[in-house]
């Protein structure tokens, strides 16, 4: 166990820190939400009481993302793995005839899931990847061999294990809808949604607790699900009912909520690309500074969320987790199927804590 | 909104009411779980900190329901609707040709929910219903039309909607594993684990909050899935994965522990079904006192934990629920399909909560 009497900065890939504010009014609210006698855990999904809380969260969402009206939100269970079933099984239908052939670029751990997962259910065509480059960018547009006619686009376009972010939203000929994985970085920079089919995230980076999936999926993309997807599970059946065909995870949205209003009050996503920017910009210098640490990817898909890095001498990486330990800089290990360190710096992590974190670098390299 | 200034009893069907030991300390030990600075909602779930509340959560829900070696427990997410896919979808592969057949008891609302669901997958044989009847009796196990060679047995052993509930556990011929749905009443009564292949349950009733699914599941049925069956959702895959195979709902596993260790300090689900049986006797005696209110359930299958009832003039329904209101006692309207009133007295309503209920029912019918 950590025992830990100070302040602590948690560099955890998810589930990951939260806002400290937000802690605060969850503790508060616990035992008796706004005078209403219940915790917000013990209301009916039905009563006056978390609709309100429901609907507020769906509309501070809608203007953080600036959603269109044309799209929809839904709040659904199961996680971005979840969705890689998912999503073939809302999508496919659109083929003509199946298996539906579907496109993926493949950056990194996530999307390789993905297509795996895929599989199970459509022709999967890998238009792009850059997995003999150690997934260490993002393949040049030009070079992605699309499929005219292709059910749907899938790009991850932030690899939390790989580090690898897109700095741009894909461009596709013809009415084939792109369909973006933002589990690990929605919400941290501005995107233009309209650019997008669908896009999804598992809530435990930069939205809320694990447990909570966000779905955003434009209007015509809801009939398109095979016989095969589970009722519960497909998107118009949950849009349908307001996202209550089956109990939602009401305290997960509640948090989430506070969040989203949390997030307006700070200035909205456009503070925190602003914050996001300068956060990366401080821990990439500190890592680039000499070849003590290294970051093996290219800067210009560098991510903003996620940052792997090796050190140079790896026989030093436990001496190295154990003095960031000491300071307070927990869960800084690096994802096991790629080693080395990691530090995940979302939206709610102070820039605070990634100058500690610098500080702790410089001095751990001898500078 | 409710505003009020005294303690409620919330009768919801669910989510529903949690201990006030549970809540307490869940709000003590928000911002920081036993001194690590990290609240349990921003704890990576692969960190020591999350793994021991996971496991013993794990253990206290064990030895609870005496879950014997050979059966494992799963985690999941996706609610009592989900496993109405999830199921069909892990246990269909038993059949040696496809579709596969299994047997349904229809007694109610989730019965039927779940036989229309399982026929996306398998053949389905409705081997007895009390529909015919209003779903008011659980139909006697000898006129039961079963399938010799079923893949399995559906039963939904608590039924929230029509308050109804098996007094007897199914006993099949032959190699047919039971599926037992308990959403609303695990943990309320003593259970033999052993007649049944799969027990699943939502746990936004008996055992926290909504967005986590419990699944006690016999080794044997781990490997008759379908190929279509989503990865996350595969049971061998979820088990193999110690139910870390995506992100579990760290935060609602956290709180499920809690709920399981004040059970195990009130001594366990011996005591609870003890206190169960007094409160479902204190009310349905109320409900049976005259002919002012009508419970239509025979009197051996009425649910120990969702109580639907009829005032003989349905037009005084809203001055009932208002009146009901002003004292505190919350969430008593009806499911809508069926209309009425019911109140949920599942473990943490404490048997005040029934007694101010049934003093309001007495006063209210002028007795």
Redesign the interface.
């Known amino acids: ?8 900065f ?1 560099f ?7 806002p ?1 504010e937000v ?2 009014q ?3 609210e ?2 008796d939400w ?6 917000v ?5 039905r ?3 978390f609709i ?1 809380i429901y609907e507020q969260a769906e509309l501070d969402l809608r203007e953080l993302l600036a959603v269109p009206a044309n799209y929809r939100i839904l709040f659904m ?6 969705q ?3 999503v073939p ?1 809302n999508l496919a239908g659109r083929a003509p005839q199946q298996p539906a052939t579907v496109d993926f670029v493949q950056t990194g751990s996530w999307s390789s899931k993905s297509i ?2 895929a599989r ?2 459509v022709n999967v065509n890998v238009a792009a990847s850059s997995e003999a480059n150690g997934f260490t960018a993002v393949p040049p547009q030009s070079e992605w061999k699309l499929t005219p006619g292709a059910a749907y686009l899938h790009v991850c376009t932030n690899e939390t294990i790989d580090g690898v972010e897109f700095n741009f939203a894909p461009s596709v000929q013809g009415d084939v809808p792109v369909v973006a994985d933002m589990s690990s970085h929605i919400l941290s920079r501005r995107i233009d949604v309209s650019k997008y089919g669908v896009i999804f995230a ?1 809530a ?1 980076k930069n939205i ?5 999936t966000l779905v955003i999926v434009r209007d015509d993309l809801l009939d398109a699900a095979l ?2 997807c ?4 497909n998107w118009r059946a949950v849009m349908e009912a307001d996202s209550m ?8 949205i509640y ?1 989430a909520g506070l969040v989203f209003a949390h997030l307006k009050k700070l200035g909205g996503v456009a503070e925190m690309e602003r914050r996001n920017i300068e956060k990366a910009r401080l821990l990439y210098a500190a890592l680039d500074a000499d070849d003590f640490y290294k970051n093996r990817v290219a800067p210009e898909y560098r991510s903003r969320m996620n940052v792997p890095f090796y050190l140079r001498d790896e026989s030093l990486n436990d001496k190295f987790l154990a003095g960031a330990k000491a300071r ?1 800089l ?2 800084l290990k690096g994802h096991k199927s790629v080693g080395g360190m990691r530090a995940s710096i979302y939206n709610a992590m102070p820039i605070e804590g990634v100058q500690a974190l610098v500080d702790y670098l410089n001095e751990f390299a001898g500078r």
């Open positions: 166990m950590t025992q830990v009497s100070h302040p602590v948690n955890s890939a998810g589930p990951a820190v939260l400290k802690l605060q969850a503790a508060a616990m035992l706004h005078g209403s006698g219940m915790s855990m013990e209301m009916s999904h009563g006056p009481e309100s269970q199961g996680g971005g793995l979840g890689n079933a998912i099984l795996k997962e199970r259910y598992g435990q809320g607790p694990a447990g909570l016989p095969i589970p009722g519960v599970f065909l089956n109990t939602p995870p009401t305290y997960a948090i307070g927990l869960q």
